[in-house]
Nanobody, 114 residues
Framework: QVLFVESGGGSVQPGGSLRLSCAAS????????MGWYRQAPGKERELVAT???????DYSDSVKGRFTMSRDNARNTVYLQMNSLKPEDTAVYYC????????WGQGTQVTVSS
C-alpha cells in the first residue's frame, strides 16, 4: 500500500519561509522520480517541483529561484524548502511520483498572508 505523509505547512507572512517534508512508503522510493504538487482553492492541482532518483531537481517557473526540492533515500523522504513566499503560494501541498501517480496523501496547508 502506497502512503504519503506530508507535514510542515503553516501560516506565514509574505517573504517568509517554510520547509515541507513528505514521508513515502509502499513503493521503490530510491529509484523513483518524485514531485511536489499544490492545489489552490478553485484551481487544478499543479506540479511545482520534481527530483530525479539521482537528486536532480527541476522547478516550475512560478517557484524557480525560491523553492528547493531535495530527497533523503535513507529516510524515504522528500523535502521542499520554500523561501520568499508570496500570497499566490497559498495552497495545499502534496508529494507523489513525478511520472507515475499513486493515491494522494492528505497534503499540508500553506497559507501566505499578511
Amino acid at each position: 500500500q502506497v502512503l504519503f505523509v506530508e507535514s510542515g505547512g503553516g501560516s506565514v507572512q509574505p517573504g517568509g519561509s517554510l520547509r515541507l517534508s513528505c514521508a513515502a512508503s509502499g513503493f521503490s522510493f530510491s529509484v523513483s522520480g518524485m514531485g511536489w504538487y499544490r492545489q489552490a482553492p478553485g484551481k487544478e492541482r499543479e506540479l511545482v517541483a520534481t527530483i530525479t532518483s539521482g537528486s536532480s531537481p527541476d522547478y516550475s517557473d512560478s517557484v524557480k529561484g525560491r523553492f528547493t526540492m531535495s530527497r533523503d533515500n535513507a529516510r524515504n523522504t522528500v523535502y521542499l524548502q520554500m523561501n520568499s513566499l508570496k500570497p499566490e503560494d497559498t495552497a495545499v501541498y502534496y508529494c507523489n511520483g513525478a511520472r507515475h501517480i499513486y493515491p494522494w496523501g492528505q497534503g499540508t496547508q500553506v497559507t501566505v498572508s499578511s
